[in-house]
């Protein structure tokens, strides 16, 4: 059997990155080390892990900020009431991609951008997935 346990991203101010998502969804900061060049960040958010990382000096990595790639796209958060969460995170600042809307009877959806331009889903489930 398989088991959700992460998503890692690369990003490019780990200070700014931790802010983010302490602040926007109260993702919990366990730690910071060393590997392979560069500085690795653990969060956990609502039981998942969120592991963030500066760029290795061998990488070349762009900030493109394009909605569409080749490999990651987005991921998601749920919560109870999308359009209270929207304005919530509209107020501390946060940009909205996409204003909420209906993509199905029962799940609600919007985009929100997050550091480096990362796509993230805040979705409501009237009834669960």
Do not use: C, W
């Not at 080390?33 to 500085?39: C, I, Q």
């Not at 960040?41 to 963030?52: C, E, K």
Request: glycine share 10%.
């Amino acid at each position: 059997t398989y088991g959700f346990d992460h998503v890692h991203l690369i990003g490019s101010d780990l200070d700014a990155s931790e802010r983010f998502y302490a602040e926007m969804f109260g993702a919990e900061t366990l730690g910071r080390r060393e590997a392979n060049g560069s500085t690795n960040l653990t969060m956990r958010l609502d039981g998942v892990n969120l592991f963030i990382r500066s760029p290795r000096p061998t990488e070349d990595v762009e900030g493109d900020g394009q909605p569409l790639r080749h490999t990651y796209d987005h991921f998601g958060v749920v919560v109870q009431d999308l359009l209270a969460a929207i304005e919530e995170l509209r107020s501390k600042g946060v940009t909205v991609l996409q204003e909420p809307a209906t993509i199905r009877p029962g799940t609600h959806i919007a985009f929100i951008e997050g550091p480096d331009h990362t796509r993230i889903e805040v979705l409501q489930r009237d009834v669960p997935a």
